[in-house]
């Protein structure tokens, strides 16, 4: 009697510290021997707060970098040999940053395609082991998308175990997208990067894929992010265009790579003239784009949403996007995959921009696929494990697959076509466009 109920205790046990450790809504492509192999990572990523973070410069051949320090005498060099020597000294420069710590932002310029670059910076004074990066051509490139890696989201983010293992499905991910595509020419990341937006050690874990030495991300403000200048220290965005109404993280932003104009809103600012101030400012300092892709956290098109939504995100930012002839928009925060019909005005059109939602990058959390979607979806995806999605630009098209990393399947194919014109847009317009997606809906 006594020994069965120690065993039924010892299963209660088990059941309990299995239902607290792992929540439902995740779901990983690594294995157990995966996470087991991770594990020694883990402290050593934990121990370096002064980890690097790469992102786009203001165009090809231009990289931005950002680091957190405790002194502000830092330093970085960059050089065309593995020795650093002839290494060129890059300006530093410092501003207040989380936790009274320092953070440092270096652009390196005129970059020269297709050339391989070694470079090195001090954490608190000592410099770095040189690291290795090869700049990717901007005519016929791929860049990967993914969206809400939010390390710390599958549990009680509190536990070491639960950040492991999002960092363990995050690594993965990066891993297996950058053995697909090794050419990449950076990722975009549509936000959530963290759970907690003023944790460092959710930010060491973001950071720690070693491939992302290398490979510049463009991330974007999500409401995981929004509410602490946690995002803004340590991701060193080009041209971020002033707000009103910016949130703590910071402001949205764009940047161009070859024949595309890319733009990232930050959908936590809902304020139609902060929105419109950096689509027109991206738009008018590079009006002959052939392409122009938005990212933005909060997809007005979600799987999630009802056909008549009359949400703000819908109403002004689609209303936006009518009016400055955006292709692509790349979005996340549902942790659901799904891709519409081409949208003007608020309904199915011959000409207009595509909507992407994409749905977790590092497993850590999935939401469920509505048993019936709007009638603008065309294809939505509950698959329980991380995806990441490819698009190549250089055709007269743009071409788009999102991949499963436990299969390798392709989950959705589809291509982009130009919506470019030369049409002219101002408050007026988009308040009248605003209107007419909103007459659509009734
Ligand atoms: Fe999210």
């Known amino acids: 009697m006594k020994k069965s109920v120690k065993i039924l205790s010892l299963i209660l046990a088990l059941i309990m510290a299995f239902s607290i450790s792992v929540c ?31 992102t786009p410069g203001r165009e090809a051949g231009e990289i931005n970098f950002a680091w957190l320090s405790a002194t502000e005498s830092e330093s970085f060099r960059i050089s065309d040999n593995r020795d650093m020597s002839s290494a060129k000294e890059l300006e530093v420069h410092q501003e207040k940053a989380i936790n009274g710590l320092i953070s440092n932002n270096v652009t390196a310029t005129s970059l020269e395609e297709g050339k391989t670059y070694y470079y090195s910076y001090t954490e608190n004074g000592v410099f770095s082991e040189p690291e290795k990066l090869t700049v990717q051509p901007d005519e016929n490139f791929t860049v990967l998308y993914i969206s809400d890696a939010q390390i710390g989201r599958s549990g009680d ?5 639960v950040l492991v293992r999002d960092t363990c499905g995050w690594n993965y991910t990066v891993d297996k997208m950058t053995t697909e595509f090794p050419s990449a020419a950076f990722v975009i990341s549509g936000g959530d990067q963290f759970q907690s937006p003023d944790s460092l050690t959710q930010m060491k874990a973001y950071l720690s894929p070693e491939e992302l030495r290398s490979l510049p991300v463009a991330n974007t403000i999500g409401n995981h992010d929004d509410d602490s200048t946690l995002y ?4 060193n965005n080009p041209n971020e265009v002033k707000e009103l109404f910016s949130s703590e993280a910071g402001t949205g932003y764009y940047y161009t790579y070859g024949d595309v104009l890319f733009i990232t809103i930050n959908t936590e600012n809902t304020s139609l003239t902060d929105s419109q101030r950096v689509i027109r400012s991206a738009v008018k300092a590079h009006p002959d784009k052939k392409w122009r892709v938005v990212t933005m956290h909060r997809n007005p098109y979600s799987a999630s949403l009802s056909d008549d939504d009359f949400s703000d995100i819908r109403l002004l930012f689609s209303s936006l996007y009518d009016c400055y002839d955006i292709d692509l928009v790349l979005s996340g925060h549902d942790h659901l995959y799904s ?25 850590s959390n999935y939401d469920p696929l509505p048993e019936q979607t709007a009638s603008f979806i ?14 190549t630009f250089g055709g007269e098209t743009i071409e788009v697959s999102t991949y499963r990393t436990d299969t390798d399947e392709i989950i959705d194919s589809f291509e982009v076509e130009d919506n470019t014109s030369d049409s002219k847009s101002n408050i007026f317009t988009v308040i009248f466009s605003i209107f007419r997606t909103l007459f ?3």
């Not at 492509?29 to 990572?41: M, S, V």
């Not at 983010?157 to 175990?161: D, H, V």
């Not at 891709?339 to 497993?363: N, P």
């Open 24 to 54: 439902a809504e995740s779901g990983y492509a690594h294995t157990e021997e995966d996470l087991k192999a991770f594990l020694p990572r883990w402290n050593t990523i934990q121990a370096d707060y002064t980890v690097i973070s790469l």
């Open 157 to 161: 983010e509190t536990l070491e175990e």
């Open 232 to 235: 803004g220290d340590i991701f």
């Open 339 to 363: 891709r519409t019909k081409v949208m003007y005005g608020g309904k199915e059109a011959d000409e207009g921009t595509v909507y992407l939602q994409t749905s977790s990058a590092s497993g």
């Open 378 to 391: 065309v294809s939505a995806f509950d698959t329980r494990v991380p995806t990441y999605t490819a698009l």
């Open 440 to 442: 659509s809906m009734i």
